[in-house]
């Protein structure tokens, strides 16, 4: 996954989801029983917001540290996601 500057929270979830499909409950997973391992080129780039944060960075650490992100669309805002595998 290229990051650039134009690369927002929403562009970081949809990138990761295509290659997950949905399992159980709030689970998503690669497809069968394979892993996906995830390289990102150019980690420092996405824009800052008004107070210094990089929110893209949170989507990516939240995705490491909780195995997952709290999803973005609107109609289920607020749902955690966990991707298996990864």
Do not use: H
């Not at 290659?19 to 990102?40: R, S």
């Amino acid at each position: 996954m290229n990051m650039s500057s134009a690369t927002t929270p929403r562009n970081f979830q949809d990138n990761v989801e295509v290659e997950c499909d949905f399992k159980v409950g709030k689970d998503f997973a690669p497809p069968g029983n394979k892993l996906m391992t995830l390289f990102i080129d150019d980690i420092n780039m996405p824009q800052m917001n008004e107070w210094g944060d990089q929110e893209t960075l949170e989507m990516v650490r939240q995705l490491i540290d909780l195995g997952g992100f709290w999803n973005l669309e609107k109609s289920s805002r607020g749902n955690f996601k966990t991707i298996k595998n990864l």
